[in-house]
């Protein structure tokens, strides 16, 4: 057997109807901007925090839009804020603000 230094990713299925999406709900009812997110990953290839951490926005999106809030929270915890998401972003998304509101529901929402 040939080792090519791959193996196959654990598969990961999630039931969006029964995730509870509350964050995403109240985050847009905050920051309409956050719909119209694409997940491009312009922001997380300009970020600082990501040169060193593992901080993605677009992971964060992701987890906001399964309904991962403890995930979101922690991913939110790692962004140092700079704005450079927000300059890059082709649909104008509000990145830091979408950030600031995840940290704020970590006390809404009793993370």
Known sequence: MIDFGYAPLK???HDLDKADLSLMDWITARD???RLC??????TATCTAGNFT??????LCHSIRRGE???????SEKCMLCGKCT???PRNVNTR??????RKANQNFRV
């Not at 603000?97 to 995840?102: A, F, P, Q, R, Y």
Request: proline share 0%; net charge neutral.
């Open 87 to 89: 300059l890059v972003c």
């Open 54 to 59: 593992n901080f993605s926005f677009r992971e």
């Open 11 to 13: 598969i990961n299925i």
């Open 38 to 43: 694409i997940a491009c990953g312009s922001c």
């Open 32 to 34: 309409e901007s956050f």
């Open 69 to 75: 809030v403890e995930k979101a929270v922690r991913e």
């Open 97 to 102: 603000n979408i950030i600031k509101l995840v």
